[in-house]
């Protein structure tokens, strides 16, 4: 039971570099989204997927490009990595139509991502 | 707009004493409200929810939450702390306005002194 996961755990890069986060879950739940988190601020949202094909921006979009081709992958792109960029990114999943764990999100291990 | 606030970056507590983790709530229409539980180097981990019915809603590792609508709070409670409880907690709420994603508090770090 894999669950959710996420690729690399650690990544150092450059600025001005693409840097391409994975997510992977094998729950075939239909939303998924990331999340970053820095200190002060707790985790925030940066973009999110009701389902294949279909993703909408959270509250911090800025500089990140997201797809979903298939339910189970969710890759996160910076297309030209910033300083302000770094942060501990975090994938997240959760199930649609009114079960019991509808709503409740289950979050991956987190990339650490620095940008130099 | 829906938001969470955690007025304690910091908890400690003795081993074996209750403790409460705080939480506000600022919604529009009924909350839905989560904690979460981070350990050093890991992902979230889900503990408990509040959407609808009791109160005092129970979770895992032995947290409850009371769920105060007068108070707009939920904070989070177990009546006898472990060492291994030390960890960064997170409230959060759910974005009633159509997407599924929460909103999170700034964390409150939890320290069990042995």
């Known amino acids: 039971d894999a669950g959710i996961t996420q690729s690399p755990r650690y990544k150092i890069t450059e600025t001005g570099r693409q840097v391409t986060l994975m997510c992977h879950q094998t729950?075939?739940?239909?939303?998924m989204f990331w999340y970053r988190q820095d200190l002060g601020h707790g985790l925030r949202l940066i973009y999110y997927?009701?389902?294949?094909?279909?993703?909408d921006k959270g509250e911090v979009p800025d500089g990140y490009v997201v797809s979903r081709s298939k339910t189970e992958n969710f890759p996160l792109t910076l297309e030209s990595a910033t300083r302000s960029q770094t942060s501990v990114y975090f994938c997240?999943?959760?199930?649609?139509?009114?079960?019991?764990?509808?709503?409740?999100?289950?979050f991956g291990p987190g990339t650490r991502l620095t940008v130099l | 707009a829906q938001s969470v606030a955690q007025p304690e970056d910091q908890v400690n507590v003795a081993e074996g004493n209750p403790l409460t983790v705080k939480c506000t709530y600022s919604?529009?229409?009924?909350?839905?409200l989560f904690w979460y539980v981070q350990y050093p180097n890991r992902g979230l981990q889900f503990l408990l929810k509040?959407?609808?019915?009791?109160?005092l809603v129970k979770g895992s590792y032995g947290f409850e939450a009371e769920f105060n609508k007068s108070q707009t709070s939920f904070h989070l409670k177990k009546p006898s702390a472990l060492v291994s409880d030390s960890a960064l907690y997170f409230c959060?709420?759910?974005?009633?306005?159509?997407?599924?994603?929460?909103?999170f508090g700034t964390g409150t770090r939890l320290t069990v002194i042995p």
């Open positions: 997240a999943s959760s199930e649609k139509g009114g079960g019991a764990n509808t709503d409740t999100q289950y």
């Open positions: 729950w075939s739940h239909s939303y």
């Open positions: 997927s009701a389902a294949a094909d279909i993703t």
């Open positions: 919604v529009s229409g009924n909350p839905y």
């Open positions: 509040y959407i609808t019915g009791d109160n």
């Open positions: 959060a709420v759910r974005d009633l306005t159509g997407a599924n994603n929460l909103f």
